[in-house]
């Protein structure tokens, strides 16, 4: 219960107290002795059993500040928290009494442990010290999210760049930067960024011009590409452009580079690759490019992809991991699996036979936000317009929940095959202003925090000429 109290009325209860403490005070006595000018608050905290439980759990920190001080909760409450009108608080002070006036509105109240109070504005708390004239003031807030943590914020970095116009383009981090190379006229040129919005051209890229450029690779240290003819090439230079033909095996012509293998407890690192070896596909590794582990009486799978997949390399309790989503197999189809090695030269199937996603070509899997996440890509001439994720390493697959949107969106822009009525409690989904799109490089920052999209296609003949910064809202937030 809030009551109005005079001053004086206060002034005089403390002094009747510190009359009965002196009285009451023997020499051998044990008893709580309190400073009469000590005006700061210990402890702080709010409460509502009925309509919001969880308000007691919330952890309020106390900065005190040379004049006024503030109350706060460094972790906010979730998105949508539905805060009572009034709810109860409760404190600890340094003079160990109901001591606090709340003078928010020009009637102050004196608020007594377990009294309730609006808590959906600021509130500004005066402690007042036992001797009557100490007093002390301090901010008082309890903070809900505004904004969905959980929601995509897209930011359009850069546009119309050279190499997002041309017939074919790859981006990978390499040395803490961006590098793109893009394919005009049979000739490979490279550009350069520190940001992915200011980019530099370094000229004609170290490449032949019949380079598979969208199959290049990284490993962070190291670039790997191979021609239409089987030849791989290697980049360690981290500031010229130089590729030095590797000298493989006469027998063998690389077919794809599936990843790289990270070192690791159990394995040793190196790259994983499908060779073909007298007319047969199998799977090959090599940790120095020059020994060749393959078995040329193991042939790869027919429904093992080839290229147009994601790859993606990681470890699992101490165990380094390859695991590749989606792309084309040898006869052309295009397919929804997972793919996954701890060895580089023997793959597990890993998909389920539910739970799975679309069968799309040039779609992306990233890892983000602790999940596998799969966008973009497309089915026919229908495009991807949402994400889906993994929690499990790519065996099953969900739906990212946004409302409004559908799986798969045509080109022309009328819908697909329709979810019905999305909640709305998650906003995945793409901003108006992008365009679907397949084939686009998608890099995540060395600090997990962003991720980029930079071109891809629209169709066979128009080329997406944008760039994206994207991020959960969540990592954004300081608290």
Known sequence: MKRLLKRGLYILSISTLVGIMASCLGKDDKVDIFPLTDAELLAFWLSHADSLPELSKVVFT???????????????????????????IGYISGSGMDNILNITTSDSIWVNQNDSINMSVPQTLQVHALDGKTKKLYIAQLNIHQINPDSLQFHHIATDMPFSQCEESKTVTFNDRFLTYFKIDDKILLYSSQD??????????????????????????????????????????????EWVLVNIPPSIKIKSILGYLNDGPKQKEGLCLVIETDGVNTFAF????????????????????LYEF???????MLTERITIFGGISSDGSVQNTVWSTETGRYWAKLTNDTNVFPSLVGANVIYYDNEFWL??????????????????GGITWWLKMCKNYFPIISSDGSSGDTTEDFPDFVEYGFPDNYSLRYDASVIVDKNKKYFYIIGGKQDTDVSASDMWKVFVNKKEFKQ
């Open 62 to 88: 106390i900065e005190h500040g040379s004049s006024v001080g503030r109350i706060y909760n460094n972790d906010s409450m979730p998105y949508m928290t539905k805060l009572p009108e009034k709810v109860f």
């Open 310 to 316: 994601s790859s993606h390399s990681y470890s699992v």
């Open 375 to 392: 966008f973009n890509g497309k089915s026919g001439d229908k495009y991807n317009g949402v994400f889906y994720y993994s929690t499990d």
């Open 286 to 305: 090599t940790n120095d490019l020059i020994q060749w582990e393959f078995d040329s009486n193991i042939p790869v799978p027919n429904d093992f992809p």
């Open 196 to 241: 992915a919005e200011t980019w530099n051209s370094e000229g004609l890229a170290g490449l032949p011009g019949n380079t598979l450029i969208k199959e290049i690779k990284s490993n962070g240290k190291q670039l790997f590409a191979f021609t239409d003819l089987g030849d791989l090439y290697v980049r360690d230079n981290i500031v010229l452009d």
